[in-house]
C-alpha cells in the first residue's frame, strides 16, 4: 500500500508509510465492527490503550469511558480506532454472556 500511495502522489516514504498504516487499521477496525454485529455475541465494546501511549490526548478520554455500546462513539467522536495518525490503540468487543448471546437480548 505504501508503494501505492508514493507511485501515486507527491508523499515522501514516512507520510505514505503514515497514510498507508491509518488506513490497515482503519479498515481493519471497522471490519471488526460489522463482524461484531453480525456475531450477535458483543454487547459493547472498549478503547484499550497502547503501551507505547506517550503524552495524554482523546485516547486516554476514550479509554476512561469504559465499556460503551457496539454501536456507541468514543468521546473523541469516533466509533473505533485509530483515533489519531500513528495511534496504536485498540478497540475489543466485550461479549454477551453465553445464555444471552444469539438472543432477541443479545443481537444488537
Avoid at 2 to 20: L, N, P, Q, S
Amino acid at each position: 500500500m505504501t508503494d501505492a500511495i508514493v507511485g501515486g502522489a507527491k508523499f515522501d516514504d514516512g507520510r505514505a508509510e503514515r497514510i498507508a498504516q491509518w488506513e490497515l487499521v482503519n479498515a481493519h477496525a471497522q471490519s471488526n465492527q460489522i463482524a461484531w454485529r453480525a456475531s450477535g455475541m458483543v454487547q459493547g465494546k472498549q478503547w484499550i490503550m497502547s503501551e507505547a501511549h506517550g503524552e495524554e490526548d482523546d485516547c486516554d478520554d476514550n479509554a476512561d469511558a469504559g465499556v460503551i455500546d457496539l454501536d456507541a462513539d468514543f468521546p473523541s467522536g469516533h466509533g473505533t480506532n485509530p483515533a489519531h495518525p500513528a495511534c496504536l490503540c485498540d478497540v475489543v468487543a466485550i461479549l454477551l454472556p453465553l445464555a444471552d448471546a444469539g438472543t432477541d437480548e443479545g443481537e444488537g
